[in-house]
């Protein structure tokens, strides 16, 4: 019996075996081919006529994609948004499509791109389009994403013309206004590496992929000067003040006074803490970092019209006043609200955009190449 | 092996292949190099990125010191606490056996916004009020610290420590306590001589767990040990995941927990091999002997509630003022009530997941606590009951997956439903929560299982007993207060599962605690106050009432 036992632990163990070995045959691991990086293109504002044409090219594009999307009658939408959003989103999408049943998977970055790119590996049509602003490019790199440019390109802030931009992550330096006046500010983001500041500063993580390493991205690119890029890294390494991996832990801790300056906070988050009367403002000053959020269609969308349809109406005028309504800022440069860069900064502001293919489809090689020889 | 013991081998066997299934595929991971997406071929690759980390030794110094830390103090409170609902006279018994499990309904991560509100260095509460009150200027307290982040953990590791001693305190036989005062041994002496050395096997099965989930503990560190500069190792596997998006270099760094996790096991085994040794249930009748420790017990019903405090109503104040005052800070907090206001609230119940996600995840929720309960029963069964060769082993898988961090173990999992009718159903989610909260029943059972002497089931064996007649008329009913105790534990950490839960949930699959603790995730602190707040009081109503409605007792 004893041998017997033994055969019946060594045949559930060979099961265990054979099952991985199932498994790893349902995955194709394939390398993808490294495609040509798009290049991002910013368009700071747009007249009435580019306006008047993107609204028309809308129409004429969503009049062709809506009998197909029909047809398909389905929307899967993996995304990091608030469940909360997601639902206002897709209501208001399914309710000016009928015949579209819109349903959607939340989680976070890492997340969606594991599961994203596992069922991309596994051969899966299981999800549409994804709606993230550090996911998409990851993806978009390992092959998963196919090319779709907006036709309405125009009007859009940030234009990339595989993925339209849906919305943007805007970043601003925010301050307890208890703990710190305004004209004790710094100007500019380079300012932050003051020593002055040592010991009132929150500083995100600049070696993981958060809006810190997405705002050095930036000014990388718009100082085009590797000096001044590394004084400005080694000032803020100079600081010795604690790092944080969760932005919003951070701005809390900001909130309750911990800390008087947020290096960086994001602005719909200062927006509706602003809203409620807390001590926090931000500085109208220093430019707002871009970032884009985009909507990435999958090479295998089971429902690709009902994507392309999603992709377009969200950055209509009639998607953008609902990624508004929940809080997130327009992608488009003519639309106005409380979070648009006009409204929320002034006019003539300078706006600094992540734009660098390599750091979005690469953060990790990135930050390894320009931060860590110098943070580390 | 005994005649008869076929079934529980075949079922353990079974289960051993269901957890070992994810395992190895993960293990498969870890030998692919390159990011998701570009996997190339089979590479030691990341094994050599691993043991080349120079930061590695510095990063498991500070999580053994965490998790250990963490383990020691909530482990030994509540074995304490166990111990002092158990057997000793101390007063207002019905409240003191009830005390030490509420905390267990506030998810640890509400422990940890809580306890960094109360001790940030410049804007925590105690520090305020030290200042206020006592001109105090100097911060006392610092929620950044490894001390900050050992009290938070270890305070939520002490539900485990007396969910798993509180059996085995309840089922001594008095004889051998006895025996020692007879000797002329006083009480204390007797308590460390032979009640405490009798609980060893279920103190350091308790033991082992906490450890194992500070190890791979990620909110603590990431919360309270990334400001102080405290880096554990288990960063190192969601930053392959998060930044390189590199599942195959996170599995080969999470071996590195696996092999300390056999390495604690086989020290656990070695320490208890004896196990005739801890037995304390015999066939002798007895009735379980309370003892008389005079105005100790003052003391012992003050420490109880003192952690009753603690462990839950000094957080749960500091969340339920949070959730209903329009900011924090530490001025605000004290301006309470007259600054309430109930938005928060509002914003939950009408979370659109909130009411929908809840039926699933109740019923989910139930299931896993029992079957995981009673399959965990039979693979200890199986390993100290049946005599067949190289049971042993199970001992290491049944607690396999504690080792690995969640989301790298539900990478495993995702890859197995891929492609199969399984994949984005139900079903795939419970498997899932099956393999993650299987090691706590079976860790459970096998440290309650020891308690038993053989001779109770060798009296069945030796009548011509089959398994089932041994297993359900002797061993099951025994260990009822164990099984209570798990049971409990398993609905309350599975109804709140994320991790494992959320790369298995299918889309428009409505599951309550992936949808509701995203205020945790995204950092919406009030919100999650609130959400919080709702949950616990939630929780706290249909524990109780299930206590009185079914008679729960974790008592024989």
Redesign the interface.
Known sequence: ??R???E??T???A???L??GL??A??T?K??AQKAIPKQVMHHSSSAAATAAAAKAFEKVSAELYPKAKQEGNL???SVW???HL?VITEAFMKRYPGIKA?????????I???A????????A??DVVLSDNAPP??R????IQNYETVQKDVLYLHDPTMPTVSLQIQALAYNT?KIKPADLPKSWEGVANPKYKGLIALD?P???GPLSSMLSGLKTEWNDDARFKKFVAGLKALNV????????M???V?????SICMPALLHDVME?LH????INYSKSVPPVLFPRQAGIYVKAPDPNAAKLFAEWLISEEGQKTIDSVGRESSRNDFKSKTSIESAFGKGIQPLPVTDQFFLE???KW?DTYVKPIWE | MRQGTLVPLVASAFVGAAIMTPVLVVLWRSFTAGRLGFSVGLHLTNYLRVFSDKDILAMLGNSVWYAGGSALLGTGLGAFLAWVVARTNTPGKALVELLPLYPILMPPIMKNIAWILLLAPRSGILNGMLQQFLGIETPVFNAFTMAGMIWVFGLACVPLGYLFLLPVFLSFDPSLEESAYIAGAKPVRTMFKITFPLAVPAFTSALVLNFLRGLRSFETPVLQGTPGNIKVFVSRVYDSMALEFNTGLATAYSMVLVVLSIVTLYFYIRATRFSERYATITGKGYRVKVIDIGLWKYLTFASVLLYFFVGIVVPFVVLIVVSMIPYFDYDTFMHFPFNAVLTNYHTVLNHPSFMGGLYNSLVLSVSIAVVTVLLGIVMAFTIHRTKAAGTKVFEFIGTLPLAFPPLVLSVGLLIIFIGTPLYNSLWALALGLFVAYFPYAFRNASGSIVNIHKELDEAAWVHGAKWRHVFFKITLPILKPSVGGALFYIFIEAIRNVDVAVLLTAPGMEYGPVTLFEYFRVGQWAEAAAGGVIYLIILIVAVSLAKFAFKIKFSL
């Open positions: 019996m004893e017997k036992s033994m019946f632990i045949i559930a163990l099961a265990s075996f099952l991985v498994a790893s349902a995955e691991p390398a993808a899967i939408v993996y608030d469940v909360e639902k349903t959607y998977w939340q989680g976070r970055n890492p997340e791109v594991t599961r790119l596992t069922e991309f590996q596994g051969g899966q299981s999800w990851v993806i790199a390992a092959g998963a208890k993580d070696m993981r992929a604690p790092v944080h991996k969760s932005t919003s832990a701005f809390r801790l909130i309750s006074g911990e800390y803490e409620k009367g807390t001590p690469d953060p990790k930050l």
